[in-house]
């Protein structure tokens, strides 16, 4: 069993940054590949960014490529991700899951979800 904890969300203007942080409970973190969702009001649950078990490969949803970068600590059992230069359609509560079989950016493929913490971008 894995436990996710998000932190670093909050609000900012506009072509500002953030970092997400995703710390991990248990010995088994590497064993799992991450990724990062978000979900606006009233929208369907979106993939933003995914990463390997040994951070040597990522995935990133078009609208978030060259802007946002995820990125991997074992030894902390934490996974981040920097946002930058943010826009309003950027709002969202942010999720992180962790996938056992595979790499994916599929939500159905996760097995395990923290609670989200919220970005807001102002414009």
């Known amino acids: 069993q894995v436990q996710l904890v998000e932190s670093g969300g909050g609000l900012v203007q506009a072509g500002g940054s953030l970092r997400l942080s995703c710390a991990a409970s248990?010995?088994?973190?590497?064993?799992?590949?991450m990724g990062w969702f978000r979900q606006a009001p009233g929208k369907e649950r979106e993939f933003v960014a995914a990463i390997s078990r040994s951070g040597g490969t990522t995935y990133y949803a078009d609208s978030v490529k060259g802007r946002f970068t995820i990125s991997r600590d074992n030894a902390k059992n934490t996974v981040y991700l920097q946002t930058n230069s943010l826009k309003p359609e950027d709002t969202a509560v942010y999720y992180c899951a962790a996938d056992w079989a595979q790499l994916s950016t599929r939500a159905e493929n996760y097995d395990y979800w923290g609670q989200g913490t919220q970005v807001t971008v102002s414009s």
């Open positions: 248990g010995r088994t973190f590497s064993t799992y590949a």
